[in-house]
Nanobody, 121 residues
Framework: QVQLVESGGGLVQPGGSLRLSCAAS????????MGWYRQAPGKQRELVAG???????NYADSVKGRFTISRDNAKNTVTLKMNSLKPEDTAVYYC???????????????WGQGTQVTVSS
């Protein structure tokens, strides 16, 4: 009922930048929180950054000062700006959103399909 579509991944050299975007669509009444997670080969999925509808943000220690998350509540989009990328940032990045559905007023917790980010020279 709620779809998340990501874009913006790719290959970048160490020290470079990328911007990931995610758009939510469907039967959305409201979105409480949106975030980005990542999963590297052989590792568990981890939270990279999250943002509430009020704009409160949180970041993984490993990306603080390098990544910036932002959202547009009117458009139901979330963006992750990644600077000073390192090889250890290589992973599949997933967008997540949770909130309340339209009509049924039930809750949802949806994931995007993932986008590959590779940091390599």
């Amino acid at each position: 009922q709620v779809q998340l579509v990501e874009s913006g991944g790719g290959l970048v050299q160490p020290g470079g930048s990328l911007r990931l975007s995610c758009a939510a669509s469907g039967s959305i009444f409201s979105i409480y929180a949106m975030g980005w997670y990542r999963q590297a080969p052989g590792k568990q999925r981890e939270l990279v950054a999250g943002i509430t509808s009020g704009g409160r943000t949180n970041y993984a220690d490993s990306v603080k000062g390098r990544f910036t998350i932002s959202r547009d509540n009117a458009k139901n989009t979330v963006t992750l700006k990644m600077n000073s990328l390192k090889p250890e940032d290589t992973a599949v990045y997933y967008c997540n959103a949770n909130g309340q559905l339209l009509i049924s007023m039930g809750s949802f917790d949806s994931w995007g399909q993932g986008t590959q980010v590779t940091v390599s020279s």
